[in-house]
Structure formats: structure tokens, C-alpha cells
């Protein structure tokens, strides 16, 4: 049985993850410097058949560099076990916090892909599954419950091309909220947006996107542009307004348990255990956004 990852791993809440194509030397050298939590080093779509052997040692050579920068990140590999097999070779013990599956379908995948991390590595990185497809999405839960994972990932514009219809809401949004409850069930976080993410024109309706992707419980996405990734880390963390709100009611939950009440009236509602508890996860949230190292920082 592979092992659960650290529970630092645990710890750590990405709320922006941006995709860096492996063979894209100029987007390296300028990564660390966009601000995301965490950089995805990509040997999957954005890089083209022929060049996967070629893209292997930059990958590799890309990590070593940003690691040693306190830089977080993620690879993505291709989804054949065939070519995967290579993608994950010849990293820094460590320097991988997770490894981005594509288009999983069942818990078996992840598991071949954990078993041979932890074979190859001391320090394993943790598996990232992303659902793509109508059999991913019938396996997330089984997917989602697998020791190995710390994140559910949501490729919406994938999925609806495994199905033959555009990445409209209609399209994607169903699909998006059965993920989301995968993810939660098992106490994972939830990577993506009920919607495409490569119109990088229209930064309203991605911002609107991230509106909606927080409030059915995403918690963070990724994304393909520099221009993206402040909407996200912005988007998926809790406003000022959210912060001074959870404060005063966990303050008010302390006070009514001191006089032995479970349920108490806060600025003109009743308040009680559902919404204590949203407060004091929106406070711990924004507490480990704000662990250091977490936006790329060291």
C-alpha cells in the first residue's frame, strides 16, 4: 500500500498553479516571478509528440533550478503508462511537492503511479488526478479516496471534448460539481473552473469563472497565463471583509461556549456549529496561504 504523503503535504493549499511547458526556456528563467503557488512543469499538451524525449531532461534541469530557488512545483505527465514512466525519472529527491496525472479514469491508474514514485524516490511527491473524462468522473470518488492524492483536479475543456460539445457552462458545470463533492469527501482539495481556462482575452469572464469555481468549493485552479494567476490568488483566498467576519464570530462561539451554548445569535442571526465551522475554516485558509514559500517565495 503506498504511504499517505507528509503532513506538511497535506498542509499546503495552492490556489494558483501555472502551467510552464517544459521545452519554454524563456517562461522558465521568468516563473518564479509570477506570483503563482506553485509552478506546473508540463511534458503533456503543450508539448508536441515528437519533442517528449527532448522535453524529459528540461524538465529535469528546469526542476533542479527552480527547487533550489524554494520555488514549489508540480509536474505534469503524459497519461500513458508507457511515457510516464520516463517523465518521472532522474528528479531531485523532494524537489517534486506533487505529480499532475491526466485524464485518470480509475484509482488502479493513480496507485501504478504512486507505487512507482515511491520506488524511485525516498520522498515521493504526492499524485494529482485529473478528471477528464466521463469515466474519471464515474471513478472520482474512488480516485479522490486513494492515500496518494492531495488534490482532485477538473480539466473542464477536456471534458468536453471526450464528449464532442464545447466547454460551455452547460457542458461543464454538472460535471464540475461532482468532482467538487469527490474532492471534499475525502478531504482533498479541488483544482479547476466550470469553465475553459484558455481565453486569456477575456480576464472578466475569467475572473467570473473563479467567482463561480469558489463558491460551488474549488479551491484553487490552474492556469496558462501570468495574467491569470493574480485573479486566482485573489479569487480563491478570503477577503478582508470574510477575515473581520470570522473573526468576530469565532470570538462570539468562544464567548456562548463559555456560558455552555451551543447556539447563539450573532449581529442578527442565529448562529450555530455549520457556520462556526465555515468561519473558522475561511481563518485557517488564509492562514496557509500565507505559510512562506507557498507563493514561490523561500
Known amino acids: ?47 508536441p509528440p515528437d519533442r517528449k524525449a527532448e522535453a524529459r531532461p528540461a524538465a529535469v534541469m528546469a526542476v533542479k533550478t527552480l527547487a533550489a530557488k524554494g520555488q ?24 517534486l511537492s506533487a505529480v499532475m496525472l491526466p485524464k485518470t479514469d480509475s484509482a488502479a491508474a493513480v496507485d501504478a503511479l504512486a507505487t512507482a514514485l515511491a520506488r524511485q524516490y525516498e520522498r515521493p511527491p504526492a499524485v494529482v488526478p485529473l478528471i477528464e473524462n466521463p469515466r474519471g468522473l464515474l471513478a472520482a470518488a474512488d480516485i479522490a479516496a486513494h492515500p496518494a492524492v492531495v488534490a482532485l483536479g477538473y480539466g ?51 475572473e467570473e469563472a473563479v467567482r463561480m469555481a469558489r463558491a460551488i468549493g474549488f479551491t484553487g485552479s490552474v492556469c496558462i497565463h501570468p495574467r491569470q494567476v493574480e485573479i486566482l490568488n485573489r479569487g480563491f483566498s478570503p477577503t478582508a471583509e470574510e477575515l473581520d467576519w470570522a473573526r468576530r ?9 463559555a456560558e455552555g ?34 507563493d514561490g517565495s523561500a
Open 1 to 47: 500500500m503506498v504511504a499517505d504523503p507528509s503532513e506538511s503535504m497535506r498542509m499546503i493549499r495552492w490556489r494558483s498553479l501555472l502551467f510552464i511547458p517544459a521545452l519554454s526556456t524563456h517562461l522558465l528563467a521568468k516563473a518564479r516571478a509570477r506570483g503563482a503557488d506553485a509552478l506546473v512543469i508540463d511534458l503533456e499538451d503543450s508539448i
Open 261 to 294: 451554548k451551543g447556539a447563539f445569535m450573532f449581529e442578527g442571526r442565529l448562529a450555530d456549529g455549520p457556520i462556526v465551522q465555515r468561519a473558522r475554516k475561511l481563518l485557517e485558509t488564509a492562514s496557509l496561504h500565507a505559510q512562506p514559500g507557498l
Open 72 to 95: 514549489g512545483l508540480l509536474l505534469r505527465v503524459n497519461g500513458d503508462p508507457q511515457a510516464w514512466k520516463h517523465d518521472i525519472e532522474g528528479f531531485p529527491d523532494g524537489a
Open 249 to 257: 464570530l469565532v470570538a462570539a462561539d468562544d464567548a456562548a461556549r
Open 156 to 206: 473542464a475543456e477536456d471534458y468536453a471534448a471526450s464528449i464532442g460539445v464545447r466547454a460551455t457552462p452547460v457542458a461543464v458545470g454538472v460535471p464540475a460539481y461532482h468532482v467538487v463533492a469527490a474532492a471534499h469527501a475525502h478531504g482533498r482539495q479541488c483544482i479547476g473552473l466550470p469553465a475553459s481556462i484558455g481565453d486569456i482575452a477575456d480576464l472578466a469572464a475569467f
